[in-house]
């Protein structure tokens, strides 16, 4: 079992750009979650997933959108790239209570 | 709505000595109570969960943890510190009815040097 894993690990974008996140867990876990984990802030929700084909707005959702085609994929979209999104953001997976994470993607906005 | 307070952003403790970390809540129903840990550059890793039943949790690597419900307390220590305890410690409540009851409220984390 790979648990969750992250795509890509690093990126750098310009301010405007775009990008995906990919995020996929093989553990067959119905709840998904986006993070990002800032310095001194811990690590905050942007979205989550109950299930294939839901998502919904967690704490600092704005700027972001997600989505969950299959059960075992969650995406998270920045369509247009701020400075205030440079965070390093992490995926989770759970099925009740006990979440599981991912390694993270550090991203930099320029 | 429930929140996790953890206080002392940093902690530095000598090799062989206590780790005490320490961690309150607020939760408006019975909480059920995580200690993670994340290592430099890396994802969390679960320490130790309280669900019900026994307060005293033990986790991995030695750390165990104790639920306090009068003091809203979930603190975690471990008796003798190892250089390779260095790493940043987490807090999360999340509830234990309702219909949230998947997600986590995290603290702002707290991190543990160990000193030779």
């Known amino acids: 079992n790979a648990g969750v894993t992250q795509t890509p690990k690093f990126r750098v974008l310009k301010t405007g750009q775009s990008m995906t996140l990919l995020c996929a867990q093989d553990?067959?876990?119905?709840?998904m979650y986006w993070y990002r984990q800032d310095p001194g802030m811990g690590l905050r929700l942007i979205h989550y997933s109950v299930g294939e084909g839901t998502t919904a707005k967690g704490e600092v959702p704005d700027g972001y959108n997600v989505s969950r085609l299959k059960k075992q994929n969650f995406l998270l979209g920045l369509e247009s790239a701020a400075p205030s999104q440079t965070s390093v953001y992490f995926c989770?997976?759970?099925?009740?209570?006990?979440?599981?994470f991912g390694p993270g993607t550090r991203l930099t906005v320029t | 709505a429930q929140s996790v307070t953890q206080l002392g952003s940093h902690v530095s403790v000598s090799e062989g000595a206590l780790v005490l970390l320490r961690c309150n809540y607020s939760s408006s129903v019975p909480p059920y109570l995580f200690w993670y840990v994340q290592y430099p550059n890396q994802g969390l890793q679960l320490l130790l969960k309280?669900?019900?039943?026994?307060?005293l949790v033990k986790g991995i690597n030695g750390f165990e943890a104790e639920f306090k419900k009068s003091e809203t307390s979930f603190h975690l220590t471990k008796p003798s510190a190892h250089m390779s305890d260095a790493a940043e410690y987490f807090c999360a409540v999340s509830s234990n009815s309702g219909g949230s009851n998947y997600k986590l409220t995290f603290g702002k984390g707290t991190l543990l040097t160990v000193n030779p």
């Open positions: 309280y669900t019900t039943g026994a307060t």
């Open positions: 553990m067959n876990h119905e709840y």
């Open positions: 989770a997976s759970s099925t009740l209570r006990e979440q599981y």
